[in-house]
């Protein structure tokens, strides 16, 4: 059975951090963060596999994203955050390709929801 279970989501205000954790059930080559506003579509926001990462531009130099397979666990280090931040975030991971793509992804975790207030 395949699990991917986020946690670390909070309130914040801007300019402050949030750390996000993902732990999962087996290795895969791709593992990625998405995010989702309310009435807004599913984004990506960064990617990690195979020696590759990728971020959105809206995160770029302010979300880093890492990943221990010793310990099967995936992080988003926020800091800076933004109101604009404010999402659910999700967990995906794949075998495919380092893509912030919804399609890309066959395996997601429940979310967990991210408040930044101004």
């Known amino acids: 059975l395949v699990q991917l279970v986020e946690s670390g989501g909070g309130s914040v205000q801007a300019g402050g951090s949030l750390r996000l954790s993902c732990v999962y059930s087996?290795?895969?080559?791709?593992m990625a963060w998405f995010r989702q506003s309310p009435g807004k579509e599913r984004e990506g926001v960064a990617v990690?596999?195979?020696?590759?990462?990728r971020y959105a531009d809206s995160v770029t130099g302010r979300f880093t994203i890492s990943k221990d397979d010793g310990k099967n666990i995936m992080y988003l280090q926020m800091n800076r955050l933004k109101p604009e931040d404010t999402a659910m975030y999700y967990c995906?991971?794949?075998?495919?390709?380092?893509?912030?793509?919804?399609?890309?992804?066959?395996?997601w975790g429940q979310g967990t929801q991210v408040t930044v207030s101004s």
């Open positions: 087996e290795f895969y080559y791709y």
């Open positions: 990690i596999g195979l020696g590759e990462e």
């Open positions: 995906a991971a794949d075998y495919g390709a380092a893509r912030l793509m919804i399609e890309t992804y066959n395996y």
